[in-house]
């Protein structure tokens, strides 16, 4: 069965830090990859998604950056880390059944002081 | 551009109450519509979704959800909650059959239950 994993599940930061945020899947390939941030009162906001290997799309301008450096691994980083870049991290899959269902990761909680 | 409506951030009820939590988008071509759950502590997980065929579509732990494609709307109901119930509901839409297939997502209700 599928699986997909994140860490770290908590992480304070200070501000002007660096960030590395890991997610992997496993038991499916050439999944699509998706990070999404949930802040409080603002649901779940898409920030980049993966269709492949290096293949990388931003859905908004941030301060953050995401890369695949394997068909199953989803990196999500930053070089300086910003107080509102705080919030509730996910990473999610979905396979090629194109059935749209998305399967989410315990998420990554970030605060940045 | 397109975008998903949850006009109830959060709803307070009584156990045995009935349930409705509204969901709207804006998009006029062919849409998926899903309903998702987050219980305190857990990850996010599909709740139902719909794709086409019957408009009432059954999800589980006895919800529905009804497409109703000339208001845009598509709500979650539910005849009876229980305080297990308890929980964060995300409506979302995803616009294309192909490609990356984003979901976009509402902002969510948060759903308490009173025993």
């Known amino acids: 069965s599928q699986t997909i994993h994140q860490w770290p599940a908590t992480l304070v930061q200070p501000v002007g830090s660096p960030l590395s945020l890991e997610c992997t899947v496993e038991g499916t390939s050439n999944p699509n990859l998706y990070w999404y941030r949930q802040a409080a009162g603002r649901g779940l906001q898409l920030l980049f998604y993966s269709v492949g290997i290096g293949q990388i799309s931003s859905e908004v301008p941030q301060n953050l950056s995401a890369s695949r450096p394997q068909d199953r691994q989803f990196i999500l980083s930053s070089k300086k880390l910003l107080l509102s870049d705080s919030g509730f991290y996910l990473c999610a899959w979905k396979g090629q059944s194109n059935t749209g269902e998305l399967f989410f990761g315990e998420g990554s909680r970030l605060t940045v002081l | 551009a397109q975008s998903v409506s949850q006009h109830n951030h959060h709803v307070i009820l009584s156990e045995a109450a009935s349930l409705e939590l509204g969901c709207n988008y804006s998009?006029?071509?062919?849409?998926?519509l899903f309903w998702y759950v987050q219980y305190p502590g857990q990850h996010l997980q599909l709740l139902l979704k719909y794709f086409s065929g019957d408009p009432l579509v059954k999800g589980i732990k006895g919800f529905e959800a009804e497409f109703i494609k000339s208001k845009f709307s598509f709500n979650l109901r539910k005849p009876s909650v229980q305080w297990s119930d308890t929980a964060e509901y995300f409506c979302?839409?995803?616009?294309?059959?192909?490609?990356?297939?984003?979901?976009?997502f509402g902002t969510g209700t948060r759903l308490t239950v009173i025993p």
């Open positions: 979302a839409v995803t616009l294309d059959q192909t490609g990356a297939n984003n979901l976009f």
């Open positions: 998009y006029g071509g062919t849409v998926n």
